[in-house]
Nanobody, 126 residues
Framework: QVHLVESGGGSVQAGGSLRLSCALS?????????MGWFRQAPGKEREGVAT???????TYADSVKRRFTISQDNAKNTLYLQMNSLQPEDTAMYSC???????????????????WGKGTLVTISS
């Protein structure tokens, strides 16, 4: 079983920055997996934000490219999302996720993920 716990959400003004963290725990020893960030805004479907595979290759949604950076600290089993130049349209519940189906490769936003955290709320005011 894998557990994911997000932190770092909050309220900031447009143009500001936040860094989200996601702590992963559970039986992942010697396993390769993909990790990612997804978000769901009020009244909208969940969408992929960014993923990072076991080799460190990253993928971003077009809407966050050049503003958001996904990274991970394998020694700490922690995933990060640095979010800069935040806009009101970035307001959402942000969830981290892990996926083991691809043997370390990320299958793509549309395929979903195996395990999910409960999320952390990000609110951007104009």
């Amino acid at each position: 079983q894998v557990h994911l716990v997000e932190s770092g959400g909050g309220s900031v003004q447009a143009g500001g920055s936040l860094r989200l963290s996601c702590a992963l725990s559970g039986n992942t020893y010697n396993m390769n997996y993909c990790m990612g960030w997804f978000r769901q805004a009020p009244g909208k479907e969940r969408e992929g934000v960014a993923t990072i595979d076991s080799r460190g290759s990253t993928t971003y949604a077009d809407s966050v490219k050049r503003r958001f950076t996904i990274s991970q600290d394998n020694a700490k089993n922690t995933l990060y999302l640095q979010m800069n130049s935040l806009q009101p349209e970035d307001t959402a519940m942000y969830s981290c996720a892990a996926d083991f189906r691809g043997g370390g490769r990320c299958l793509g936003f549309e395929y979903g993920m195996d395990y999910w955290g409960k999320g952390t709320l990000v609110t951007i005011s104009s």
